[in-house]
T-cell receptor, first 117, second 112 residues
């Protein structure tokens, strides 16, 4: 158990809908990362937050957004869902921002499996 | 330049054999190379990692070999066991990157 929790575990929804995925980092970790894992694209970095502030953006669609709250939990919002958004979404956390400490281990949660029908 | 290329996509090894997974990168700014292990239904978990200032790192049955000039690194699993059956991802990052760049993954099956 990594100490990172994600809810829900599974989510089934229809095209055009909006969903929110939730992540609680390990106790004391300030950085939260979101990744998307699909069969054809592998694990792709979406976005990172550090202590409430956005620090880096990867291949994140404009329909997707995220935030990190004062208690350090994070939410990933996916809107106008398309069939191609079906994937596993992972949250990871690390103690500090990767900016100065590339060797900080990222601890991954169990993921949320999103199915868009 | 941000890509990490991983091979093979899948690998079957007999119990007790050596499993070898290879990765190559282009971006010479990468300075940290972790390997993650993922079991079905679970998130990736850090297995072992290396910095480019060393050519090899060993932890138990797992060894990373690193060739800086060739921009390649590989994971060797000695005395492979059925419990090692999982998907393995190599990754790379660098100071300021704020993210991990992952290889495509290798599905390893160890036959008993």
């Amino acid at each position: 158990d990594s100490g990172v929790t994600q809810t829900p575990k599974h989510l089934i929804t229809a095209t055009g809908q909006r969903v929110t995925l939730r992540c609680s980092p390990r106790s004391g970790d300030l950085s939260v990362y979101w990744y998307q894992q699909s069969l054809d694209q592998g694990l792709q970095f979406l976005i990172q937050y550090y202590n409430g502030e956005e620090r880096a953006k990867g291949n994140i669609l404009e329909r997707f957004s995220a935030q990190q709250f004062p208690d350090l939990h994070s939410e990933l919002n996916l809107s106008s869902l398309e069939l191609g958004d079906s994937a596993l979404y992972f949250c990871a956390s690390s103690p500090r921002t990767g900016g100065g400490f590339s060797t900080d281990t990222q601890y991954f949660g169990p993921g949320t499996r999103l199915t868009v029908l | 330049q941000q890509q990490v290329k991983q091979s093979p996509q899948s690998l079957i090894v007999q119990k007790g054999g050596i499993s070898i997974i290879n990765c190559a990168y282009e971006n010479t700014a990468f300075d940290y190379f972790p390997w993650y292990q993922q079991f079905p239904g679970k998130g990736p978990a850090l297995l072992i990692a290396i910095r480019p200032d060393v050519s090899e790192k060993k932890e138990g049955r797992f060894t990373i070999s690193f060739n800086k000039s060739a921009k390649q690194f590989s994971l060797h699993i000695m005395d492979s066991q059925p419990g090692d059956s999982a998907t393995y991802f190599c990754a790379a990052t660098f100071q300021g990157a704020q993210k991990l760049v992952f290889g495509q993954g290798t599905r390893l099956t160890i036959n008993p």
